[in-house]
């Protein structure tokens, strides 16, 4: 998929670069993303608003995949950028993002985030909770400063995915709930708070979500909501954020949609939902950040032992795991994979890809046709973008890979490959112990 193919040599290629290219240039384990394709993914979001005549945001939500380079695609697609930590909105700026498209989610922000936020003057705060509200107002105030605010609500949809990565539900830390009416006051408090400018409303109903039903539920409970608050204290809602989540493909048994699809449908409930009810056609916003960069990103692994137990399995071990990629430990997800470096062979034997970190958990994929696999192999594995840098962990103080950018034939390091200093670099040790020299 995206620029990927097999070229002349039998070799994966990406972004019309050779794999065993990059491995000879940038070692393994690497994270190589195809820019062509998350630039594909970015107009897509874009273009399909665009076709609603809806008035529209797309945020990227950063927690997929933050760093400085990808900040820059994000800014010169025109899109907003969402974060959650002071982490990513230092990684923003320092990007030059404009801090106007820049959104602010969490349901614990700190004092200084949220100070930190205000003097860079970032576009809007996604307020999670009462506490939050007052928080905000009151060092708004001391800044002498207003802020805009959406409010973010709990829908009680619960969206057909996993349940660790689940937030629609009632029973959840995230936002304001809709059923207890703890929505509705946040509302009426809100838009009493002189330090704040209450734009609207958000939701988020999880993540990797292939059906459309979700959206259409979330929009609809969304405008009845703004209906009913515009008609019991009068306050208009001009921005109606719908979150992220949008599914995609890691194996062949998924099924999502094209991105246009769960567009049409978000505005065509919009538009049906509050046009019914004559209230002024609000801004849509959404915040895609799988659906942004997860197919586009392949991680590269050197192939080292194997230990074939007859009968039973082989385990065929690479030189990452779950370090670069915690997502099959931690959510039991599903990757395909190929040999980069015999990516025309046939698949003669099944295996199973086990990572090097010192724990059975640390298993990469099961069960995974190859042909027959050799120590020195560069193995491929598909759809990493989202989650895996962003996870990634230095867990038996293994130093994170670094990250490529390919595209129409060149490659671009975005993020150096950890060194040992980086491993010990925030390491002390205390003056009463002996000291190295
Ligand atoms: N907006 C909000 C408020 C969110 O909480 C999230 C994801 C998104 C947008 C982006 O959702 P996406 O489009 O990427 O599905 N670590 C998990 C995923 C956690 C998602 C958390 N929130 C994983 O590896 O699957």
């Given at each position: 998929h995206g620029t990927s193919k097999i070229n002349g040599q039998g070799h994966l290629e990406i972004g019309g670069v050779d794999a065993t290219k990059l491995v000879a240039e940038y070692g393994t384990p690497l994270y190589v993303f195809d820019e062509t394709l998350v630039r594909e993914r970015c107009r897509e979001f874009?273009?399909?608003f665009r076709a609603s005549g809806l008035k529209f945001q797309v945020a990227y939500a950063s927690k997929a995949f933050c760093v400085m380079a990808m900040?820059?695609?994000?800014?010169?697609?025109?899109?907003?950028?969402?974060?959650?930590?002071d982490g990513e909105l230092y990684t923003a700026l320092q990007a030059g993002f404009p801090a106007e498209r820049i959104h602010f989610h969490g349901n614990n922000k700190t004092i200084d985030e949220i100070e930190m936020a205000i003097d860079a003057k970032i576009g809007c705060f996604v307020v999670d909770n009462f506490i939050e509200l007052q928080m905000l107002n009151a060092i708004a105030g001391e800044k002498r400063q207003k802020v805009k605010i959406l409010l973010r609500i709990t829908p009680g949809v619960e969206a057909h995915t996993h349940e660790y990565i689940s937030t629609g539900q009632t029973d959840s830390k995230f936002g304001f709930d809709l059923g207890n009416g703890s929505a509705f006051r946040a509302v009426e408090e809100a838009s009493k708070l002189?330090?704040?400018e209450l734009l609207g409303i958000h939701s988020h109903i999880g993540s990797q979500i292939f059906e459309v039903e979700g959206f259409r539920m979330a929009a609809e409970k969304m405008a009845s909501f703004a209906v009913q608050v515009r008609q019991e204290i009068g306050v208009t809602f001009k921005v109606i954020n719908l979150g992220g989540g949008f599914g995609i493909r890691y194996v062949n048994e998924d099924t999502p949609l094209p991105v246009s699809v769960y567009v049409k449908a978000i505005t065509d409930a919009i538009k049906d939902n509050f046009g019914r009810n004559e209230y002024p056609l609000p801004e849509i916003w959404v915040e895609p950040g799988r659906s942004i960069v997860g197919d586009a990103g392949t991680t590269l692994y050197t192939v080292g032992t194997s230990k074939d137990i007859p009968g039973v399995r082989k385990y065929v071990s690479v030189d990452g795991g779950m370090t670069d990629n915690p997502r099959p430990a931690l959510y039991e997800a599903v990757y395909e994979a190929m040999l980069a470096n015999r990516a025309s062979e046939e698949p003669t034997e099944v295996v199973s890809i086990a990572g090097k970190c010192c724990e059975s958990g640390d298993m990469l994929i099961w069960d995974l046709n190859l042909p027959k696999v050799n120590s020195g192999d560069v193995l491929a594995v598909s759809?990493?973008?989202?989650?895996?840098?962003?996870?990634?962990s230095n867990y038996n103080r293994i130093r994170r890979p670094g990250v490529v950018f390919v595209s129409e034939g060149q490659s671009d390091l975005v993020v150096k490959r950890e060194t040992f200093d980086n491993i010990v670099g925030n390491d002390l040790i205390p003056a009463r112990m002996k000291q190295v020299s």
């Open positions: 874009v273009d399909a900040c820059r695609i994000v800014e010169e697609e025109g899109m907003s950028l969402d974060v959650v930590s002189s330090h704040l759809c990493t973008g989202a989650y895996n840098y962003a996870m990634a």
